[in-house]
């Protein structure tokens, strides 16, 4: 049996239709399959790969560490300096506020980590949360996400829970005494990139500081330099209580982090003691990518570079049946006329070398969020394959 025929019978699959290339290695910005072809990658894993695929400070910190140890013991017992440093790395670059980190294995495990530490903290149980949003795939990250079709067949969810659209007046009203915590994606992704207001996001900051609320950042798809500044919030000014961190936070491993302050953290400790418990979270192998990967990004001020690429991208994406391209820094969706069409152009755009993909509440919308390590001719290739494409799929829909 070939690898994809396994793959198609004794892997779960979630689509009807995989892309289903069998990938051979990876590297910089791009993916080479096993039939020999070389992908330009447009994607980066869904905004995993900000330092591109592969770096070589962290393949050798995974090298390093797999030489010391592997697991020892779950999470918060052990001493283990690749969570320490890591942490006191990420901290350093964060506010004052900000200096207390639970690492978990994934994204979704943060959110579930973020909305219990609210929870247990305030002693409250109502959340706020926006419409179209994103926060993970688990029960608790479920219930907070922003679309009826996805969460309707998990049914019941988390009780107590209120969706808002994003950037309302109203979903700031919705927040009172009885609000644990408020959970919205800095800078959401998946609805198709929406950027927020300043001075939305400063109110809410505000009624949630008034009412006791804990404001939850989920920054896992738009932090680490995705937006052009190291974090979403920077853009605003505006700080959480807790901030949510996954995906490029682990330099290509499997990494998730929630932080606070370090005495809303102490509510995990007592009544219950063990308030959040993980055995793998914070792996000491995707902590030391992790750290890598964010030295590469600060010390080769790989951030610095993207406001400039996403407006390349913006400029040169120009066509017809382009309705708009929305985005910040190196998130950008580009928006044509239905799903239909643009799961055509993604299908030639994988013929000609580049592969790209959809917005989970967008699907309207080619997703294009690179590694931020992608040239300024990477970008022109990228976006004449793009508009040779809609033109190609507009003859052929004609
Ligand atoms: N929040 C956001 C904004 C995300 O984009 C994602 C993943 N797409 C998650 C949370 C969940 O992360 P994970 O898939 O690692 O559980």
Request: charged share 15%.
């Amino acid at each position: 049996m070939t690898n994809r025929q396994l793959f198609l019978q004794h892997q779960a699959q979630t689509s009807p239709a995989p892309v289903g290339v069998e990938i051979s290695s990876a590297s910089g910005n791009y993916l080479y399959d096993t039939d020999g072809h070389k992908y330009l990658d447009l994607i980066g894993g869904i905004s995993v790969c900000n330092i591109g695929h592969r770096h070589p400070a962290v393949v050798n910190a995974i090298k390093q560490q797999a030489d010391q140890y592997l697991h020892v013991m779950v999470y918060g017992e052990l001493v283990q300096s690749p969570q320490a440093q890591y942490a006191r790395l990420l901290t350093s670059y964060l506010p004052d506020s900000l200096n207390c980190v639970y690492f978990t294995n994934s994204g979704s495990e943060a959110t579930e980590g973020a909305l219990k530490l609210a929870r247990r903290v305030t002693g409250r149980s109502e959340i706020i949360c926006c419409n179209n949003s994103y926060h993970g795939s688990t029960m608790g990250a479920l219930s907070v996400m922003g679309d009826e079709y996805w969460r309707n067949a998990f049914r019941p969810l988390l009780p107590g829970v209120w969706h808002h659209r994003y950037n309302s007046p109203g979903l700031i009203e919705a927040v009172n005494t009885n609000t644990a915590c408020v959970i919205i994606e800095t800078i959401q992704a998946e609805a198709g990139v929406l950027v927020p207001d300043a001075a939305w996001l400063q109110q809410l900051r505000d009624r949630c500081t008034a009412t006791g609320t804990l404001l939850i950042f989920d920054e896992i798809q738009c932090g680490f330099g995705r937006t052009g500044t190291l974090w979403g919030f920077e853009h605003y000014n505006v700080v959480p209580d807790i901030l949510l961190l996954g995906k490029a936070l682990g330099g290509g491993m499997p990494l998730g982090a929630f932080i606070a302050s370090h005495g809303l953290m102490q509510a995990l400790t007592a009544n219950p003691v063990l308030g959040h418990i993980t055995t793998f979270g914070g792996h000491p192998v995707c902590c030391a990518a992790g750290m890598a990967g964010m030295q590469v990004l600060l010390t080769e001020k790989i951030t610095e570079t993207v406001t400039e690429k996403g407006l390349l991208f913006i400029s040169q994406l120009q066509h017809s049946r382009i309705k708009a391209v929305r985005g910040i820094g190196l998130l950008i969706a580009v928006e044509l006329d239905s799903q239909a069409q643009v799961m055509a152009v993604l299908q030639e755009c994988l013929k000609a070398g580049l592969f790209s993909d959809w917005f989970l509440f967008a699907p309207e919308c080619i997703r294009i969020a690179p590694p931020l390590t992608i040239t300024a001719e990477e970008i022109a290739h990228a976006c004449n394959i793009l508009t040779t494409c809609i033109e190609k799929c507009e003859v052929s829909n004609t």
